[in-house]
């Protein structure tokens, strides 16, 4: 009996670190970067890459950062949803089968917002992994509040702006 339960158990422990492994397909491009946000997020939100992103057809694309950074710059077809002020009226019309891609700064702030979506009801929500800065720092466009190209990127502050890359875009803060 014992001889079982240990091998169900070495079962099920490969089996959750095969998952884990399996879930985190994404990864950020710098090694450094990758490692903190990494330590940030607890995953408890499927993660996408930028490519996966972009990759991905019909999927509303929800910014969970402050107003005045979304105002700032914000990825093409992104829709505001904020997080402080996070209100689910936001997705309204939005079907909760339809695919949620989830982004702020780094990926902290919109895995909290994907959490309280998953407790909603939503069932195909997703956390772009490295969110906004990754999404620049491999060159990506972001516009801003009239939907013109720029080059800002609010990086929150000082201290974060570090992983935006130099000269991927202007940091504001």
């Known amino acids: 009996m014992k001889q079982i339960v240990f091998s169900l158990f070495i079962v099920f ?10 879930a985190r397909k994404a990864h950020c491009n710098n090694p450094e970067f990758d490692q903190k946000v ?3 997020i607890s995953f408890s939100v499927p993660t996408l890459s930028v490519d996966q992103l972009k990759e991905m057809d019909g999927a509303v694309i929800a910014d969970a950062r402050e107003l005045e950074e979304f105002q700032i710059s914000h990825i093409p077809g ?4 904020g997080y402080k002020d996070f209100d689910f009226a936001n997705l309204d019309g939005v079907p909760k089968d339809a695919p949620i891609v989830l982004y702020c700064s780094v990926g902290y702030r919109s895995e909290k917002i994907g959490e309280k979506l998953q407790k909603k009801g939503y069932t195909n ?3 772009l992994y490295g969110s906004i800065f990754e999404w ?6 972001v516009v801003d509040a009239l939907d013109n190209p720029t080059d800002k990127v ?3 502050n000082a201290k974060w702006s570090k992983w935006l890359d130099d000269g991927a875009a202007e940091k504001i803060w």
């Not at 490969?14 to 884990?20: E, Y």
């Not at 992104?78 to 949803?81: G, I, L, T």
């Open 78 to 81: 992104a829709q505001y949803v």
């Open 38 to 40: 990494e330590r940030l």
């Open 125 to 127: 929500v997703y956390n």
């Open 136 to 141: 620049v720092n491999q060159g990506n466009p």
């Open 154 to 156: 609010h990086t929150y």
């Open 13 to 22: 422990s490969l089996a959750s670190c095969f998952a884990q492994q399996t």
